[in-house]
């Protein structure tokens, strides 16, 4: 199988940054109340994601290390997720405004979520290339939509059923993410 794809599927299912590495948990909570705003968020995360890894590597190696200034790197990943966060607000703005409605303050979070630079970091770590830095944005873009998408349906379910008192909430909601969380580990070995 090509290097790429094992990378893409690997982010996706065995080292999925929400269950296995607990990185955008915060957005994974937040909005996955509806699936509607789940796909909303899912879309936007997954444009941001991909993008910043694939710029991440060209500021990295066009920029930073030819002049030395790996101990900006942060701060530069920092300035490119938030760049592309304002455009893709503003590109859902004009074209998706009842999206952008109900989505609300998630938007502005992407910039926040520590999955994004989490990745950019990690392809430096790994030293992927280029083609595999945008796999691997990919890849953990669309295994935490894939986990936000799972995650709010079996939310709506939730808010129909009956649960005892002691376990409805957030009690059955981390629960329910626990149990999310051990289907994944049946991934665990899939990369070798």
């Known amino acids: 199988m090509p290097e790429a794809l094992v990378i893409l599927l690997t982010a996706i299912f065995v080292n999925n940054f929400v269950m296995v590495q607990f990185l955008g948990l915060c957005p994974f909570m937040g909005a996955s109340q509806r699936l509607d705003t789940a796909l909303g968020m899912s879309a936007a995360t997954t444009f941001v994601l991909s993008l910043a890894s694939g710029l991440s590597y060209l500021v990295e190696h066009l920029i930073l290390l030819p002049l030395q200034l790996e101990y900006l790197r942060i701060i530069a990943f920092i300035v490119i997720i938030a760049a592309l966060v304002q455009f893709s607000e503003m590109v859902m703005r004009a074209t998706q405004p009842l999206l952008h409605q109900v989505l609300g303050l998630f938007i502005p979070l992407i910039t926040t979520n520590c999955a994004v630079l989490g990745v950019a970091l990690l392809n430096v770590r790994a030293s992927n290339s280029f083609i595999e830095s945008v796999f691997f944005g990919l ?3 669309l295994g935490f ?3 936000l998408i799972l995650f709010a349906a079996i939310r709506e379910r939730i808010t129909h059923a009956d649960i005892p008192g002691p376990f409805a909430g ?3 909601h981390l629960m329910t993410a626990g149990i999310i969380s051990l289907a994944f580990l049946g991934f665990t070995g899939m990369d070798h």
């Open 139 to 141: 890849g953990a873009a």
């Open 145 to 147: 939509s894939l986990l």
């Open 170 to 172: 957030t009690a059955v």
